[in-house]
C-alpha cells in the first residue's frame, strides 16, 4: 500500500478541504438545529464531483473510488456530519448498490441524475424488527404480471425525505432459508403506494434526514428487479463491505474536527497563568486523540486501497469501521471534555460533532456487529 | 508493514520460518535462566539479520524501514529478547552511518553483519531515564583522547557489547548543553559490565550496568558535532521507536494467535470457547489494534525512508503500538484462565515480556510529549 495520496487525491481533498471550510462549516450548526441541507449546498457538491464519487466518468460521475470517497467524506464530516452522511448514503449506498448490481439499462438511466446531483439516492434495508439480523426482513415483493409488488415497512432510511430513488430489499422467495429469499428494487419517488414517513427527530446527524417508509402494494415494473432474483443479500453484504469504508472515513473525519477544534481552544484558554495546551493532562489527552485519529485513517485507507485494487476487504472494512467510530465517539468526549463548560453548549462545534459521532457506532453495521465478522474471520467460524 | 520487494517478502519469511524454529523454544529456556540470546548471535548475523537497514555499500541488506519492522516484527513473534537485541545492534549501525566520521565507517561498518562488532547505546544513567540531559558521565580531552568517568544503566546488549553509543558530558555545567555522542570500544581498559538481575522480561537479552573508569576514547570516536549528543540521540530514536513498536506488535500477533488456538481446544459449559461471544470479542478487538499498530508502524517506517523527518509519527507508533499490545497480553492471559497463569503456558512469559516495550526507548508517557509538541507547533495533519 502507498501511503502518500496519489497527486489528483490531494488535489481534490485541498478543494473539498477549502470548499467545507467556506461553506459547509459556518452553516453547520443552523442545519442541525433545522435538520436540513439548502438544495444549493446539494448542486454545489454535486457540482464538485462528490455526488457522483463511484460513478465512471462516461456516467458522468467523478470515478475515484473508495479512496477518493474516503478523501473526500472525512472533509464534509470534518465540519458537518450530518452533510457527510447525505454524500455518503447516496454514493456508498445507493450508488454503490446500483454499481454492484446494476444491469446496464439501470445504470444509464439512474446512475447520470444521481452523478450530477439531479436526484438523491436512498437505501432501504433496515425494518423495525430487523436491525443488526438484517436478513430477517419482512417486506415481501410477489411477482404480479411484468411487475412485482411491494407491501412491509423500513425505517431509519437516510435522505428518504428528499430522494427521488429508493433501492429497497425485500422478501422474493418466503420459504428460502431467509438470507437467500431476499432481492433488491429499485423504488422511484412518487411511485403509487410508498409512503414517506415523517422525519425522525435524532440526537445527532440532524442535518441529514431519517424516515421511515410505508409500502401498501407498490407496484414496481419487472425491470427494477435490482440484481439477480433472490440474490440481493449477497450484493447488499456487498455494499455494507464498502459502505463501511465511508462510515469509517466520516468517523475519521469527526475524530479530526474535535482534535483540531481543541487544539484552537487549548491554546486560546488560559488557566493557571498559561494557555491550557500548556498543562501536560491537556497535552496527554491532545496526544491520544491524534494517535488514535491517525490509526483510523490508515486502518479505513487500507479497506479503501483494497477495494480499488479489486480485492476483497471484509475483515479490513469491520476493522477500520469499528476502530474509527469508537475512536470517533472517544476523541469527541475528549473533546468536550477539553472544552469543559463550553464544549457542553452548542455554541461549539465539538457538541454537535459528538453528538453526529454517536451514529457512526450503530448504522452500517454496529460495533458489535464488526466484532462479530472479525472474530469470525480469525477464528474460521461458519457465517 | 509490508515488503517493499519479493526479495524482502523472502526475507520476511525467511525471518519468520527462522524465528519459529530456531528460537522459540530457545527464547522459552532463555526465560527460565538458561542462557541468553548470545548464543545464537552468530545465526542470527549470519543470517543478515545484524545488518537490515545500513545500504548494500555498507555490507548491509539495505532494506527499508518498513521491511526492517516486519523483520523484528517476525522476530519478536517468537522471541521478544532476539528482538530487542537486533533492533539495538541495528540501530547502533544506523546511527554510526550517520553520524560516524568517515574512517569509522570505513572500519567498521563494513564488519556490522558480523556477531563481534555487536553494539550498545549507553544514554541511560541511574539519575537519567527519561531525562537523557541529566547525564552526569564525564569524557575529559586529554590530548587526542576523551576520558570517560561514570556508569550508565539498563543497557541492553551491555555485557558482550563490543561497541558503545555513549552520551557523555564533554564540557562542564549541567543540562542539555556539553552533551557528546562518543563510540567507546567495549574492550578499552576501564570499562566494567554488571548484569542487571531479577529482569520481569524479556530475560534472554542482556541488560547492564556499564561503568567507565578512566576509559580512553580517540577524539575521533566522536559521532556528530560536540555538544549535539542530545541530537544523535533523538535520531537513533526516532528509528528505535520504530522497531520497539514492531517488537510490541510482534509479540501482540503472538498473544492474539495463542488466544485463538486456545479458544479452539479449551471447552466449557459443553462448547468450545471461541462460540461465546464475550472471548470472540476479545479476540476481535485484539485483531483490531494489532491491524492498527501495523499500520502506524507502517507510515511511520514509510516516511523514514522518503526521507520526511516526522518525530511523532514514530512516536505515535511506538505509543500506540507497545499500549496496545500490553492491553492484548492482558487479554491474552485473561482468556487462557489459570492456565495463563503459570509459566508453562506462553502468554505467561509474554505478558513480562511486553510489559517493558511502554518503558524503554522512551515511555509512553515521553512519546505523548513529543506527540503534544509537535502537535501545538504545526497543527494536525
Avoid at chain 1, 439548502?38 to 463511484?54: C, D, K, Q
Avoid at chain 1, 500548556?278 to 496526544?287: D, E, K, P, Y
Avoid at chain 2, 492456565?339 to 508517557?365: A, F, H, K, P, W
Amino acid at each position: 500500500m502507498n501511503y502518500e495520496l496519489p497527486e489528483d487525491l490531494r488535489l481534490l481533498r485541498d478543494t473539498v478541504r477549502k470548499f467545507a471550510a467556506d461553506r459547509i462549516g459556518p452553516n453547520a450548526r443552523a442545519w442541525d438545529r433545522e435538520g436540513v441541507i439548502p438544495a444549493e449546498t446539494l448542486r454545489e457538491m454535486a457540482s464538485l464531483g462528490l455526488m457522483g464519487i463511484l460513478v465512471p466518468e462516461e456516467l458522468g460521475g467523478a470515478g475515484i473510488g473508495y479512496l477518493g470517497m474516503s478523501v473526500v467524506v472525512e472533509e464534509l464530516a470534518r465540519q458537518c456530519g450530518g452533510t457527510a452522511l447525505v454524500v455518503a448514503a447516496h454514493n456508498g449506498l445507493c450508488c454503490g448498490h446500483i454499481l454492484v448490481a446494476g444491469n446496464a439499462a439501470q445504470k444509464q438511466k439512474y446512475l447520470p441524475p444521481l452523478a450530477h446531483g439531479e436526484m438523491l439516492g436512498a437505501w432501504a434495508l433496515t425494518e423495525p424488527g430487523s436491525g443488526s439480523d438484517a436478513a430477517a426482513l419482512r417486506t415481501t415483493a410477489v411477482r404480479d404480471g411484468d411487475g412485482f409488488v411491494l407491501n412491509g415497512s423500513k425505517n431509519f432510511i437516510t435522505n428518504g425525505d428528499k430522494a427521488g430513488v429508493f433501492v429497497v430489499m425485500a422478501r422474493t422467495d418466503p420459504e428460502a432459508p431467509k438470507a437467500k429469499g431476499i432481492s433488491a428494487f429499485l423504488v422511484e419517488r412518487g411511485t403509487p403506494g410508498l409512503e414517506i414517513g415523517p422525519k425522525e427527530d435524532k440526537l445527532g446527524m440532524r442535518a441529514s434526514d431519517t424516515v421511515p417508509l410505508g409500502f401498501h402494494d407498490c407496484r414496481v415494473p419487472a425491470a427494477n428487479l435490482l440484481g439477480e432474483l433472490n440474490a440481493g443479500f449477497l450484493d447488499t453484504l456487498k455494499v455494507l463491505e464498502r459502505g463501511r469504508i465511508t462510515i469509517g472515513a466520516l468517523s475519521v473525519g469527526l475524530g479530526r474536527g474535535a482534535l483540531e477544534e481543541s487544539l484552537k481552544y487549548s491554546g486560546e484558554r488560559e488557566q493557571f497563568g498559561k494557555p491550557i495546551n500548556r498543562h501536560q493532562s491537556i497535552q496527554f489527552m491532545l496526544a491520544d486523540m491524534a494517535v488514535r485519529v491517525d490509526a483510523a485513517r490508515l486502518l479505513v485507507r487500507k479497506a479503501a486501497w483494497l477495494q480499488d485494487s479489486g480485492r476483497t476487504s471484509n475483515l479490513e472494512s469491520s476493522i477500520g469501521k469499528l476502530y474509527a467510530s469508537e475512536m470517533a465517539t472517544q476523541v469527541c468526549l475528549d473533546a468536550i471534555q477539553i472544552h469543559g463548560g463550553y464544549g457542553y453548549l452548542k455554541d461549539w462545534p465539538v457538541e454537535r460533532l459528538m453528538r453526529d459521532a454517536k451514529l457512526c457506532e450503530i448504522g452500517e453495521g454496529s460495533s458489535q456487529i464488526q466484532r462479530m465478522i472479525i472474530a469470525r474471520a480469525l477464528l474460521d467460524l461458519p457465517k | 508493514m509490508a515488503a517493499d520487494t519479493a526479495s524482502d517478502e523472502m526475507l520476511i519469511h525467511a525471518a519468520r520460518e527462522f524465528a519459529r524454529s530456531e528460537l522459540q523454544d530457545r527464547d522459552r529456556r532463555w526465560d527460565r535462566g538458561e542462557g541468553t540470546v548470545v548464543e545464537v548471535l552468530p545465526t542470527l548475523a549470519e543470517m543478515g539479520f545484524f545488518n537490515i537497514v545500513l545500504p548494500e555499500s555498507c555490507g548491509g541488506l539495505g532494506c527499508g524501514y518498513d521491511t526492517y519492522a516486519a523483520i523484528i516484527h517476525e522476530i519478536a513473534y517468537a522471541s521478544p529478547s532476539a528482538a530487542v537485541t537486533l533492533c539495538v545492534h541495528n540501530m547502533v549501525g544506523h546511527v554510526l552511518n550517520l553520524f560516524a566520521p568517515a574512517h569509522l565507517r570505513e572500519t567498521l561498518l563494513p564488519h556490522w553483519g558480523e556477531p563481534e562488532s555487536f553494539g550498545a547505546f549507553a544514554i541511560s544513567e541511574a539519575g537519567a531515564g527519561s531525562d537523557p540531559s541529566a547525564s552526569r558521565t564525564r569524557a575529559d580531552r586529554h590530548g587526542d583522547s576523551f576520558v570517560l568517568n561514570g556508569e550508565k544503566m539498563w543497557i541492553t546488549n551491555g555485557l558482550t557489547g563490543r561497541w558503545f553509543v555513549t552520551l557523555a558530558r564533554t564540557s562542564p555545567g549541567t543540562g542539555k548543553n556539553g552533551l557528546s555522542m562518543i563510540l567507546v570500544d567495549g574492550n578499552a581498559a576501564g570499562v566494567g559490565r554488571d548484569p542487571i538481575h531479577g529482569k520481569m522480561g524479556i530475560r534472554g537479552s542482556e541488560t547492564a550496568v556499564i561503568s567507565f573508569s578512566d576509559v580512553k576514547a580517540p577524539c575521533d570516536n566522536l559521532l556528530g558535532e560536540e555538544g549535539e549528543g542530545l541530537a544523535v540521540g533523538l535520531t537513533a530514536l526516532n528509528g528505535g521507536r520504530i522497531g520497539i513498536a514492531a517488537q510490541a506488535t510482534g509479540i501482540a500477533a503472538a498473544c492474539l494467535d495463542e488466544m485463538i488456538k486456545f479458544a479452539h481446544e479449551r471447552e466449557q459449559f459443553g462448547t468450545q470457547l471461541s462460540s461465546f461471544q464475550a472471548i470472540q470479542q476479545m479476540i476481535a478487538d485484539s485483531a483490531v489494534e494489532v491491524a492498527a499498530a501495523r499500520e502506524l508502524i507502517g507510515y511511520a517506517a514509510d516516511l523514514i525512508d522518503r526521507g520526511q523527518l516526522d518525530p511523532a509519527a514514530s512516536s505515535k507508533a511506538k505509543l500506540f503500538a507497545t499500549e496496545a499490545a500490553n492491553r492484548i497480553a492482558y487479554r491474552a492471559v485473561q482468556l487462557h484462565g489459570g492456565m495463563g497463569y503459570v509459566n508453562e503456558c506462553r502468554v505467561e512469559q509474554l505478558y513480562r515480556d511486553v510489559r517493558v516495550t511502554t518503558i524503554y526507548e522512551g515511555t509512553s508517557e515521553i512519546q505523548r510529549l513529543i506527540i503534544a509538541r509537535a502537535l501545538l507547533k504545526d497543527g494536525v495533519h
